[in-house]
C-alpha cells in the first residue's frame, strides 16, 4: 500500500475547496459582490447555508448554532428571504440556476413546513425550472414528513452525516446514533427517490481503532451508500472551542491515522468503489465516478463534485460565494446578518480578489487534486521544484513534458504537493489539519 514518510506529512495543509482559501480572506472592495453578480455569463448554482442544528456535535467545525431557539431561527429565516430577494434582482436576466445545494448546520433542523417555504422563495425569485437539488441531513433528526417534503420538492442528492458507527466514538464526540436511525433514514431517503447518497465518514476519532474504521466501512457499504467522504478527523481547538471537550490524549497518532486511511482506500478499492481523490469514493454509477473517469471532476467549498458551473452563489449567514474573479463570504455572525440582511443589504463583507495568478494557480492546485496531473508553466516549475524534490525522489511525483504528475504513491500526498503551487502558505501562520 501508500509508503508512510512522516517527514511530508509534518506540515499541516488546507483541504483546497478553493484558491485562495477562506483563511487568506480580509475586506473585499466595497460593491464588489453586486458587481460580480451583475456581471454573471450563464448557468449558476446556488448555496444555502442553515446554520443550525438540533444537536451540536464536539467534532463538528462548521458554522452552527442550537435551533431550540425559536425566534432567531424564524428572524434568520426571515433575512435569509430578504437576502435571497436582494441578490434575484442583482442577477442579469436570462440567467439560470441549474443546482440548489443546502447545508449547514442541518437544513432538517428546520420545520419541513418552513423548509418549503424557502424552496418556494428560491423558486420565485431565480425562476428555478428543474434544478439539481442536493441536501445535508442529520439521521437523529430526519422524520417521516421530511421524507415526504424531499420527495415532493425532487431532491435527488443527499448527504448524511454518519462518521463511525462504533459507539464508543460516537459518545467521545458528542454524536450518538445507533444505527437503526441511519437504516430507517437511508429507507426513507430511497423511497423518496434520493438516487445518490453520501455519507460522511472519520477516521482519527478518539479511541478509535482499525476494526471501528472496518466495521463502520463495512455497515456503510452493506446500506448501499452511492457515495463516500473519508475525512481525517481535524483536531484544532484553538479555532473550534467545542472540540476541547475532546481529549487530545485519545486520538490516533499521525501514523495510525496514515493506515486508517489506507486502510479505508483498500477496502472501498475492493467493494467495487471508485476513488476520487485518495478520501472520496462513489460507486460506478454515481456522476461523481463518471467526472472522476471523464476528467471533468471540478473541486469547490462542497468538495469533490461533478458540477460544471463556474459561478457559485453562496446564501445565508457565513456562506461563500466564487466568481472567476472574486471570492465572498457573508457576514458570519448570525446576528449582524440577520439585521443587515433583513433590510435588503448584501451581506458579503470579506473575500479575496483573484488576481490571474491566484486563478492559474488555483486551476493547478484543483488538477492536481481532482487529476492528479497539472500542466505547470516554467515560472511555476522553477519556484517548486526544489520543494517537490522530497517528492519526486521517493516516487510520489515527477516532472513529465511539463506536467507535474502525482503517483499512485502519492496519492495521501497530494495536498502537500498541491500546497507547493500555494504562496500564500509560505507566508501564513495559521494551523490547518493534518494532510491525512
Known sequence: MWPYYPDLLATPVPRYTSFPTAADFGDIPKG????????????????????????????????????????????????????????????????????????????NALAPVDFVRLVDELTLQFGLTN????????????????????????????????????????????????????????DWLRDAGV???????????????????????????????????????????????????????????????????ALGFSYLSAQGYTPVGFDHFAKPGDPLAHAAKAGTLRRNFQGFTDDPDDVLVGLGASAISSFPGLLSQNEKNTGRYRMQASQGQLTANRGKVRTADDRYRGAVIEQLLCSGRAQIGAKLYAEINASLAPFRERGLARFDGGWLVIEDDGLPYARTIAALCDPYRRKAQRQFSSAV
Open 32 to 107: 464588489a459582490h453586486e458587481r460580480e453578480l451583475e456581471r454573471v455569463e450563464g448557468d449558476i448554482s446556488l448555496y444555502v447555508h442553515i446554520p443550525f442544528c438540533e444537536k451540536i456535535c464536539f467534532y463538528c467545525g462548521c458554522n452552527t448554532g442550537n435551533a431550540g431557539r425559536r425566534q432567531r431561527l424564524d428572524s434568520y429565516l426571515d433575512a435569509l428571504h430578504a437576502e435571497i430577494e436582494a441578490v434575484a434582482v442583482c442577477l442579469p436576466r436570462g440567467s439560470k440556476v441549474s443546482r440548489v445545494s443546502f447545508g449547514g448546520g442541518s437544513p
Open 131 to 186: 434544478p439539481e437539488f442536493s441536501i445535508e441531513l442529520d439521521p437523529r433528526t430526519m422524520s417521516a414528513e421530511w421524507s415526504a417534503v424531499i420527495k415532493a420538492i425532487g431532491i435527488t442528492r443527499a448527504s448524511l452525516g454518519v462518521q463511525t458507527f462504533a459507539a464508543h466514538c460516537q459518545q467521545a464526540i458528542g454524536r450518538v446514533q445507533d444505527e437503526e436511525v441511519i437504516a430507517r433514514t437511508v
Open 195 to 261: 438516487t445518490s447518497l453520501n455519507f460522511d465518514l472519520m477516521y482519527g476519532l478518539p479511541a478509535q481503532t482499525r476494526e471501528d474504521l472496518l466495521d463502520t466501512l463495512h455497515r456503510t457499504s452493506v446500506l448501499g451508500a452511492d457515495r463516500i467522504a473519508l475525512f481525517g478527523y481535524a483536531h484544532v481547538p484553538h479555532i473550534v472551542p467545542r472540540q476541547r471537550v475532546i481529549e487530545a490524549e485519545a486520538l490516533p497518532g499521525q501514523a495510525e491515522r496514515f493506515e486508517m486511511a
